[in-house]
């Protein structure tokens, strides 16, 4: 019996109410818009579900790729033969409670809660630390594997810590210094299994209207250095040490660059961008050109930031 087949009984013995679906054109759950169809996406709504499906799926030897809003991720044309689990349903942002008592000055969010609803959640209760990420695209979960950042803050500095499940030992409850953080890396960039199951941040007491206009300010920043009215994967490249990717790739002539639909954005040549009917080929095709020219200028290694799946 094939993967998918067994894994489609079990689910509908076991997990009737989940929302299961077949050959998923992943162009649609992707902030590229590129990738083939995955053979099966299940899109849970609690940790319950969540703790069910991977164990099926293990069960049933299928590959499993946990994924939020898909906005750091390249998925190759041929589509995916495995299980993609989307964990969008998996939203809830509120104030966390301790003995029946909800915390002042923390908030708790689901895997699949945007960065930007966390951050106008905290901003509602005059919590102040998450403005920075008010214009990060992605989810709370992606954000926590990779310590995402922006405008001088991350992750490190307002998690608390994350429950993450472990396949093979359970469920733990990891503080932020168990979770090792660093510049777009974590305990779990190793750990491909690992699934964060929601986050609890900590912050402080502000007014309400100075983070709303931080947020505003940051946002308009955003939206005057950033392409963001292109399908992109955000920065394409991590940041080499005593440099900026950006720079370089603008230094050596490429913006503008293109392959295919692939292009090297004009306005911050950090982003890769797709301006009509890129695919993943083209997209590799132009990052590998890109480091090539950079490293025969420069010497500088250019390591890609987006994630890139077959």
């Not at 009737?16 to 709504?45: C, N, W």
């Not at 300010?217 to 490249?237: D, H, I, N, V, W």
Request: glycine share 10%; aromatic share 8%.
């Amino acid at each position: 019996m094939l993967w998918f087949e067994s894994l489609d009984k079990k689910i509908e013995e076991y997990l009737p109410d989940l929302a299961y679906e077949k050959d998923v054109p992943m162009s649609q759950h992707t902030s590229f818009r590129i990738g083939g169809p995955a053979k099966r996406m299940a899109f849970p709504v609690n940790g319950e579900q969540m703790v069910l499906l991977i164990g099926f799926a293990q069960q049933s030897d299928a590959t499993v790729l946990v994924i939020g809003n898909g906005t750091n991720l390249l998925i190759a044309d041929e589509g995916l033969d495995c299980l993609v689990i989307n964990t969008t349903k998996m939203n809830a942002v509120e104030m966390p409670l301790y003995d029946g008592i909800a915390a002042e000055d923390e908030v708790f969010a689901m895997a699949g809660a945007t960065l930007a609803s966390v951050a106008m959640y905290a901003c509602k209760q005059g919590l102040s630390g998450l403005e920075f990420a008010h214009g990060i695209p992605g989810t709370v979960g992606g954000a926590v594997c990779m310590n995402a950042g922006a405008y001088g803050g991350e992750m490190k500095d307002v998690l608390k810590g994350a429950a993450v499940l472990f396949p093979d030992e359970g469920i733990r409850f990891l503080s932020a210094e168990e979770l090792d953080l660093s510049y777009r890396h974590s305990l779990l960039s190793e750990r491909a299994d690992a699934v964060v199951l929601y986050a609890v941040f900590s912050l402080q007491k502000g007014e309400e209207e100075t983070i709303r206009e931080s947020m505003r300010e940051l946002m308009a920043r955003r939206k005057k250095s950033q392409p963001l009215e292109y399908p992109s994967a955000g920065s394409t490249f991590k940041r080499p040490t005593g440099y900026f990717a950006g720079t370089l790739i603008e230094q050596t002539g490429l913006k503008g660059m293109t392959v295919g639909g692939a292009q090297v954005s004009q306005k911050h040549a950090g982003f890769v961008i797709n301006t009509g009917g890129a695919t993943c080929a083209d997209v590799k095709n132009l990052i590998a050109q890109v480091q090539d020219k950079v490293y025969e200028a420069s010497g500088v290694s250019l390591e890609p930031e987006v994630k890139i799946i077959g």
